[in-house]
């Protein structure tokens, strides 16, 4: 079991380019999500989905667009990276019931220059 | 006032000492409280996960929630090496669907051998 997959495990962009982290899971759980993890200021939402075919914004959504066409697959859309969209970035899952965990991927580490 | 108050630390302790980790909230709604263990350039994992007030333990591990005081701890007894990481305490409004966790900024931990 797999869990949870991101590719790629890390990237070196110009700004300006446009950049998709991919995001996989295998546990067939309804709601995903994106966080942005940054030195002195911890995990912070970007965007998350309670099921295939809804999105939501989190805290901090701009410059940011996802899209989930299945329960599978979340994709995170950089349009034109900016030098303060590097970070290291998390996928996670969770069921969406009851008493709800967010299991976490790996993490890709950016790096917009 | 940020919602969660957890010190960033770095806490550094003897193999074998007794850590106590903690996180203050200003928010009673949240009723769902979690801990999560990070390892350097890797995912966070879910360690404990609690519901309401009192303790809950697990093997090395104790999680305490105090709701009068808007105060959680994590206690690790017998303080491993292995449990160098950084742990990041995480909150919920209501069990059905996490999008709303809260997490703190995170305590760095290195247990010297």
């Known amino acids: 079991i797999a869990g949870i997959t991101q590719a790629p495990t890390s990237q070196i962009l110009a700004a300006g380019r446009r950049m998709t982290l991919r995001c996989t899971q295998d546990m067939r759980h309804n709601a995903m999500y994106w966080y942005r993890q940054d030195l002195g200021l911890g995990l912070r939402l970007i965007h998350y989905?309670?099921?295939?075919?809804?999105?939501g914004k989190g805290e901090v959504p701009d410059g940011y667009s996802v899209s989930r066409a299945n329960t599978d697959d979340f994709p995170l859309t950089l349009a034109s990276a900016v030098p303060s969209q590097t970070s290291v970035y998390f996928c996670a899952s969770s069921s969406g019931y009851g008493t709800d965990t967010q299991y976490f991927g790996p993490g890709t580490r950016l790096t917009v220059l | 006032q940020k919602e969660v108050e957890q010190d960033p630390g770095p806490l550094s302790v003897p193999e074998g000492a007794i850590v106590s980790l903690n996180c203050t909230y200003s928010?009673?709604?949240?009723?769902?409280f979690m801990w999560y263990r990070q390892y350097s350039r890797k995912g966070p994992e879910l360690l404990m996960y609690t519901y309401s007030s009192g303790n809950k333990e697990d093997g090395r591990f104790t999680a305490q929630v105090d709701k009068s005081s808007k105060y959680i701890s994590l206690f690790i007894r017998d303080s491993q090496p292995s449990d160098s990481a950084t742990y990041l305490c995480?909150?919920?409004?209501?069990?059905?669907?996490?999008?709303?966790?809260?997490f703190g900024k995170g305590t760095k931990l290195s247990v010297i051998p």
């Open positions: 928010n009673s709604a949240f009723q769902y």
């Open positions: 995480a909150m919920d409004y209501s069990g059905a669907g996490s999008y709303q966790l809260t």
């Open positions: 989905s309670n099921t295939a075919g809804t999105t």
